[in-house]
């Protein structure tokens, strides 16, 4: 459902999948997961400036042992996000990224909404800065997008707590048009690399996932990616190539 309420503002309310990110990846919100409940705001601040808040419920593959009902159901935390943009001109944008999981139950406790949560503030909806590390976790991050004529460049900068270490996650590609002008001719390389426990917590339920599902990268964690993709088109026909290389970083992977 998508309501415009004024020119400046709109909200949308479903349950499909969301991508933050202008790459073939996203290292900070992707659709890769499972679709969940949502309520999205969308705010257009001024030519420069534009703002989104999100709040999604999201679930652990984890069943409450007791209920009343025909089956048990699945633990849920809920996610929030916020993504403030900043376009200095028309054809550059800078983002901050900022989005976490609370745990709002398990088998023997419910949890209430943490203001953190709710507040619609930059930066607070995770551990990154102050909270309790017990019960919330998420990453913060940029997202850059260059726009020229025929070529267009993007990268991502994400950081996740871990322990009382900050770590960092990076995405840089770009994109080419109308390659040696020829028309509908594009090509894409991406390099993304995450570390080792990026996106996971001491408390597997924390994790930064839907339905033991990452919420960002596919693959999780602990590697190094380069994607290399091209496409042409000629009058109806249509041809694609995609080539992917994964390396892994030290150790066995974890989520």
């Known amino acids: 459902i998508h309501f415009q309420a004024t020119k400046q503002l ?3 309310f479903g349950n499909t999948p969301q991508f933050v990110g202008v790459g073939y990846r996203s290292l900070l919100l992707s659709d890769n997961t499972l679709g969940a409940l949502y309520l999205r705001a969308k705010w257009k ?6 703002y989104q808040l ?3 419920k999201n679930n652990n593959l984890y069943r409450k042992p ?4 025909v089956e048990s159901v699945y633990e849920s935390k809920l996610f929030g996000m916020t993504y403030l943009t900043f376009k200095p001109i ?7 990224f900022s989005a976490g999981n609370q745990l709002r139950g398990d ?4 949890h209430g909404i943490a203001f953190q949560m709710i507040a619609p503030i930059p930066l607070i909806q995770n551990d990154l800065i102050f909270g309790n590390s017990a019960l919330f976790n998420g990453i913060s991050g940029i997202n850059i997008d260059f726009a020229l004529k025929q070529s267009r460049f993007y990268g991502q900068l994400v950081v996740d707590k871990i322990g009382q270490k900050h770590v960092v996650a990076g995405q840089v590609g770009a994109h080419f048009f109308k390659i040696a002008s020829v028309k509908n001719l594009h090509a894409q390389v991406e390099v ?4 080792k426990d990026f996106y996971a917590d001491q408390n597997p339920k924390l ?5 033991n599902l990452p919420l960002a990268h596919i693959k999780g964690n602990n590697f190094g990616e380069i994607i290399v993709r091209g496409d042409y088109e000629v009058k109806r026909f249509f041809v694609s190539s995609k080539s992917v290389y994964y390396a892994g970083l030290k150790g066995n992977d974890s989520i």
């Open 90 to 96: 028309s054809n550059v944008s800078i983002s901050l």
């Open 10 to 12: 709109d909200f949308e």
């Open 192 to 195: 993304n690399l995450v570390p």
């Open 66 to 69: 007791l209920t009343q009902q």
């Open 107 to 110: 088998s023997l406790v419910k």
């Open 207 to 211: 994790s930064y996932s839907n339905f």
């Open 54 to 56: 999100m709040f999604r």
């Open 45 to 50: 601040i001024s030519d420069r400036w534009s």
